[in-house]
C-alpha cells in the first residue's frame, strides 16, 4: 500500500475479523494508524 494515505489503508484494514475474535492483526493495525493521525 505504498504511496496510500493513513485513511485509506485503514479503511481497507478495519474491522477484519480473525476467528469471531472481535479483532485481528490488521485491525489492530487500522487502530494505531488511526490513533497515529489524531496525535500527529
Known amino acids: 500500500m505504498k504511496g496510500k494515505k493513513i ?3 485503514a479503511d481497507k484494514l ?3 475479523d ?3 475474535k ?4 490488521p ?3 487500522a ?4 490513533e497515529f493521525q ?3
Open 14 to 16: 478495519e474491522g477484519i
Open 38 to 40: 489524531e496525535n500527529f
Open 31 to 34: 487502530k494505531a494508524l488511526r
Open 7 to 9: 485513511d485509506e489503508v
Open 22 to 25: 472481535g479483532t485481528s492483526c
Open 18 to 20: 480473525c476467528n469471531f
Open 27 to 29: 485491525d489492530q493495525l
